[in-house]
């Protein structure tokens, strides 16, 4: 055999764990590109929603500021349905493809691996959330004046983050059972509704609104609303409440979701459950 | 890194048991994969499990690799702990699964080193240099960009060995790799595993080829039921059956019903036929030897031929037939 190069390893932790991320968003999009489904939900998925969403009601309003709302929901619909859907595939991929044991017999923990998925699905969303955007300023005219630029663009990195993190806690469902892929499907139209992607929040009846503010981009939403719609009337927060929430929200996500993956993981060694599809 | 003092495999009374729960969550079954089973495995030592399927080795590898969590024994890898040394356990081992599993099939060879490379936290100035001389070193570096859902059966299985090896392990686990490939991809695989021994790496092989397992092997255990029912070197392994010899006929036309009559006959200890090419070949296990040739020539029925018969040696499938089968 040839003489190989010695296999030096990364040092540090942090090096580790931003090269770990970074292998599995460049995986994710290369399996991702590769499929040509991925037109299906980035593209004409969004086209069909945004459609929907402009004849019901376009003929009911007047004003710019309506139709921003509602491509500004509809992009948040999609980018949320993209990324419980991928999360949810994330794992299950690596059953159904015969990776999981590769995976699983990595150095590192496998929260990360999954996170570095998650963002990428997420990432999916935002393309698909730019789309419907592109729709309804180029073919619906809506006009794209925002309140405050800054916050506005503040408040959406911090939305996609938030997700992501939401995304990574779905993961740990499918993790555990082969048959979650159920559960995070049936979150995808409950979540649309209490995160008030179409309507205000504030309608829903008042039985909802605990489940509706557990969620964090509930708090986001209204935050991009605040910061693009003049006048916008939400929740009686400001723009900073919003985003303070919904940033805890974020991180109380992440350190369930890094807690539940290391339990998971253990109760699925155990079980002997891991591989199985 | 500095090899250990100690085996690079040490397994003490190792227990695996499986519970299937019924519809309350009760138990309603408990299944015993591994019955308490001790070996340990030599620095740079290239190491055989072989058995049935169902035996066990499979559960072992895993158990060993840390993908599953033994129920009871003890378990060292390199030194380390099975159950609480994880990462460093799994930094330093390489995994080669048989079969079509373990490669992302829509991206190329070289993404699939470089996502696993980097997983297994090699720097990247070494995997940029690492990673061509691996495809080299397997044959793939022609084929290197291609995606690999191109390649054939062999082509994949050479992949996973440079998967294996981009890490630079100090112990490799082989679970079945020449499982379903050609004579020739099969052999290519066998030389690349003798470079890893002759480069100093330990190895743990399983196999169902019985003749590569006594190829390549320097000490084989024989699992049987979650049990070790044989540890030693190959030909220690085929002494045990020095009692018997082996006829081997090859016939034209033999149906099962000649096998079964073969097995009748007195002093037959065991009889293993392949009947399924247009030649077959049939091996009578026997104390007798080449005394009991009239009685199998008797027994052979109208229409059937048999072109050639040898007196051998009993081989290393004898010896774990007899093993299996008690």
Redesign the interface.
Known sequence: ??E???????QGRVG?VI??L??SV??TS??FF??PQWLIPNIIAPFIFTLVAFFLFSGQTSGSSFLLYLVLGSGLMGMWGTTIYASANSIGFDRW???M????????PLSW?ALGRVLFNTLQGVLNAVFILVIGLVWFRVGFTLVNPPAFFFASIMTFLSLSAFGLLMTTILLLSRKGGFITNSMEIPVYIATGTMFPVILLPVVYLPFAFMLAPTWGIEAIRLAALPGYVGLPTTYTVDMTIMVAETFAYLALAFFLFKRVE?YA????T??EY | MQKPLGPAISVKGLTREYVTRNFFGGVARTTSALSGIDFEVANGELFGLIGPNGAGKTTTIKILTTLLTPTGGDARILGLDVRKDLYEIRRRIGIVFGGERGLYNRVSAVDNLRYFSDLYGVDSSVARKRIPELLEVVGLSDRAQEKVEKYSRGMKQRLHIAKALVHDPELIFLDEPTIGLDPGGARDIRNMVRDLKAQGKTILLTTHYMFEAEELCQRIAVISKGKIVALDTPSELKNMVRDISVIELRTFEATMDYVEALRKLPNVVRVVADLDSEQQTIRVQTPLGADLLPKVTAALPAGARIIDRTIKEPTLEDAYLRLVEE
């Open positions: 055999m040839h190989l190069t010695p296999g030096k390893q990364t580790r090269q770990v970074r292998a460049f995986l290369k399996l590769a499929d493809n015969g990776t044991e590769s995976t699983l017999a990595a150095p590192i691996i253990a060694k155990k079980m002997g891991l591989e």
